[in-house]
């Protein structure tokens, strides 16, 4: 038993090992015996629907549902440690994958806190019952997404996309980019500009939108470099009308947003460490059994050096993600921070030992069909999601100093 499995309920290890099972053997086994599959040009084809079936009858697909609809509610004062620990198991089967379900529980949390009773009840039973419903959660357009997490809450830092009242509902004009789950979601919650001439923060509303509303186009499915098992996708909202009951938070849906943010970077920086273990993993069975130079490459001194530069790397992710989650499930004051550095750091340590392992495999590590290089692409997504590196730190200075770091860089007023 290592240092991690101390700290788990007995809920949690039962969890982990239905988790591990699934990705030992349908995931893995399958990613390894169709590596092709992920570059099918048609989107709908690339994962079968039998393994989101099979995550579907271990509980992983709706983790964060209220058990009065039928989910899996867990234990409120570690769900978000729990996140952790399943995202990462699933994520060392297939980051896509990973990326795909945990976007159900992500928008569920969401749904649960900020949605109208009868319209939990109508979603909710709808991903219950469809295991190939996902949803998604829409707030990069073309003309903004970073500076939304800089101080700059401005008017011209507003959303393009915009929503207004009529006719007893409201009408949504805009577009959408690199949404995960956008080109196959069910359901989208939606972020608009409400009201003009106030920054972000006091002028941003957020709406459900089902796929079937009238003026929501999926347009298109981004080819993204790694997590291709999850389709990223652009919408376009013309002249798009939900009723009024849609709207989950009028003008102040970022500071709501905080409810997705937190076990959303939890969850980011928690599936980055299973590319990384997966990585690890692989690596050191590797150079354990593949012979250079008269003995196995473990033999060769720089190797080993490498493999214990990575295990490191990975301990200190995991530790600093311990921290974070527990600081997100005890609402503590400097969750916000943490969130945001475990994001970042786990973005970029996992990058180099995704690197190291392309390295240690040599040549096979460059092969499509050996399936290391897939783990480096894989990894190489975290440096963009859920915010930039650079805007990551931002963000944690702006919140440590934010009377300085934190106000507007603009002319002085
Ligand atoms: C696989 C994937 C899945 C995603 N899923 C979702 C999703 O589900 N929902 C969603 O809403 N979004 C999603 N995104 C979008 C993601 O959050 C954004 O890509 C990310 O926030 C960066 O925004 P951007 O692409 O517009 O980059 P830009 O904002 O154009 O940034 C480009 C570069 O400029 C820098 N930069 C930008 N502005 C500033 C500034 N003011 N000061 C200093 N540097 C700056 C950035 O750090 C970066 O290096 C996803 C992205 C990817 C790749």
């Known amino acids: 038993m290592d240092t991690i499995d101390r700290n788990l309920s007995e809920e949690q ?36 629907r039998g393994i989101l079936e099979q995550a579907d009858r271990i509980g992983v697909r709706t983790l964060g549902v209220p058990e009065e609809f039928g989910g899996v509610q867990l234990d409120q004062a570690t769900e978000v440690r729990t996140f952790a620990i399943i995202a990462e198991e699933i994520a060392r089967g297939d980051s896509g994958l990973a990326d795909k379900l945990v976007q159900n529980w992500k928008v569920s949390v969401l749904l649960r806190n900020l949605a109208p009773r009868h319209l939990q009840e109508r979603w909710f039973s ?10 998604a959660h829409c707030l990069t357009e073309p003309r903004g997404a970073s500076d939304r997490w800089l101080p700059y809450n401005v008017p011209e830092a507003a959303m393009q996309t915009k929503a207004a009242r009529k006719d007893g509902g409201w009408v949504i004009d805009g577009r959408k980019q690199f949404i995960s789950n956008g080109y196959d979601a069910g359901l989208f919650v939606v972020y608009a500009n409400t009201k003009a001439g106030v920054g972000m923060l006091q002028g941003t509303s957020s709406f459900l939108v089902p796929r079937d509303a009238p003026g929501l186009t999926v347009t298109r499915c981004n080819e993204t470099i790694g997590g291709r098992f999850m389709n990223n996708g652009e919408i376009v909202f013309e002249d798009c009308r939900v009723p009024d009951d849609h709207l989950l938070v009028e003008n102040d849906a970022l500071g709501k947003a905080a409810i997705y943010f937190r076990p959303g970077k939890i969850i980011q920086a928690a599936k980055n460490l299973g590319v990384g ?18 003995r196995i490459l473990i033999k060769h001194q720089a190797v080993a050096v490498r493999l214990a530069d990575m295990a490191t790397r990975l301990a200190a992710v995991r530790a600093l993600l311990g921290e974070a989650a527990r600081a997100v499930d005890e609402r503590a004051p400097e969750a916000d921070q943490l969130c945001n550095m475990v994001k970042v750091f786990a973005s970029e340590e996992v990058f180099t030992v995704c690197r190291h392992a392309m390295e240690l495999h040599g040549g096979n590590g460059a092969m499509l069909d050996f399936g290391i290089e897939k783990l480096f692409r894989d990894a190489s997504i975290f440096l963009h999601m859920d915010a930039t590196a650079d805007i990551s730190r931002f963000k944690i200075v702006k919140s440590m100093f934010p009377r300085t770091a934190g106000a507007y860089a603009g002319p002085e007023s």
């Not at 709808?126 to 949803?135: A, S």
């Open 126 to 135: 709808r991903l219950m019952q469809d295991p190939g419903f996902l949803l």
């Open 277 to 294: 273990t997966a990585a690890f993993e692989r690596t050191s069975d590797y150079v354990q059994s593949y012979v250079q130079g008269g």
């Open 13 to 48: 290890r039962l969890m982990r090992a239905s988790c591990r099972a699934f990705v030992d053997d349908f995931v893995a086994p399958f990613i390894r015996q169709n590596w092709q599959r992920e570059w099918l040009m048609d989107p709908d084809a690339r994962l079968p």
